[in-house]
């Protein structure tokens, strides 16, 4: 929990952010987001395609204040559905609505995400509704039930962690949805905080959705949630054309490939742009042992031995240090 914490806090660091979107390909930022521009990312996405692996593609950012910026972030994220459509990669939308303008204002995000579900769904490419913070959610969900009286290309994501998950997947069950353990620091009020607890909700919601809902993405690195689904699904006759499994670009890419090789769908989670920091902090905190997935394609190979709390140290360091150094060199 202290290390979550930990990575946590890093992703809520302003000073960091902001430095890390500079200097993020000098550490490596690459091997974790596919590009910062959309040709870079749809390339990354032909070579995902290449060895039958779909892809979800996120434009990075959120909690946006301006709305100038959630108009950029939303021009951005239509000009990624011209792509998808001009290039014919097996790819669809990943969105926060954070990022298009929850936060300034209900209507303006709202006539936002309507202008982006409408354009995708000419071309019939899905847009799933990426869950964030708990205070996020009514809004968030009250977005869904609106814009799904006119457009069925919508999905959305549910979150283990919390108490109101189960209901969550039995009211969305006709939706597709992903299943995600959690990965924001949530109050003990509203969201299990032992690791054991979210697992076994976790693989409860996959068993139901699995059983009872639409098409259903089963988010996770975790080789022992990954192994239990497996065997659920041969028990009850599941057929695979129901589920994917879904991991992080740049992460336990051996295993897709494995999946893929074994029958399974298997989607990639792309992310691209340079607002990347928050994003993979974020995924060091839902499950920390990521960070020996990618340490080693992140950092040079005199920080290879540089994990945990001592990669984020790492990254605070070096950060800091080219900055002086460009100060000094100005002088």
Request: proline share 2%; charged share 25%; with cysteine.
């Amino acid at each position: 929990m202290l290390l979550k914490d930990f990575f946590i806090g890093l992703s809520q660091n302003q000073q960091l952010n902001s430095l890390a979107q500079n200097y993020g390909k000098h550490l490596g930022a690459k091997s974790v987001v596919a590009g910062t521009t959309i040709d870079e990312m749809i390339e990354s996405v032909k070579k995902l395609n290449a060895q039958g692996i779909a892809a979800t593609i996120d434009n990075l950012g959120e909690f946006v204040s301006e709305e100038k910026d959630a108009i950029q972030a939303k021009e951005q994220i239509i000009n990624v559905i011209d792509a998808i459509q001009d290039h014919d990669v097996d790819a669809h939308i990943s969105l926060k609505p954070t990022q298009l303008g929850l936060d300034i204002d209900y209507d303006f995000c709202y006539n936002n995400l309507k202008e982006i579900v409408d354009h995708a769904n000419k071309f019939d490419i899905f847009v799933n509704f990426d869950m964030e913070d708990y205070g996020h959610l009514a809004p968030s969900f009250k977005l869904i039930d609106e814009l799904s009286k006119e457009y069925n290309n919508i999905g959305t994501v549910i979150q283990a962690y919390f108490f109101e998950s189960k209901d969550n997947v039995e009211k969305y069950k006709d939706y597709r949805l992903r299943l995600v353990k959690g990965a924001y620091k949530e109050p003990e009020e509203v969201a299990y905080q032992d690791k054991n607890d979210i697992d076994q909700n976790f693989i409860e919601l996959i068993e139901s959705h699995l059983l009872d809902g639409k098409f259903t993405s089963i988010a996770t690195h975790d080789h022992h949630i990954i192994n239990k689904a497996k065997a659920f699904v041969k028990q009850h006759n599941i057929p695979k054309e129901q589920f994917e499994f879904q991991m992080l670009y740049g992460f336990r890419k051996d295993l897709q490939q494995e999946l893929v090789n074994e029958g399974y769908n298997v989607c990639t989670y792309v992310p691209f742009g340079d607002d990347w920091y928050g994003y993979f902090m974020r995924r060091l905190a839902e499950r920390p042992q990521n960070i020996n997935l990618v340490v080693k394609q992140v950092f040079n190979k005199r920080t290879n031995t540089m994990i945990g709390i001592g990669a984020g140290a790492f990254l605070l360091g070096r950060l800091t240090k080219k900055k002086q150094k460009e100060k000094k060199d100005a002088k």
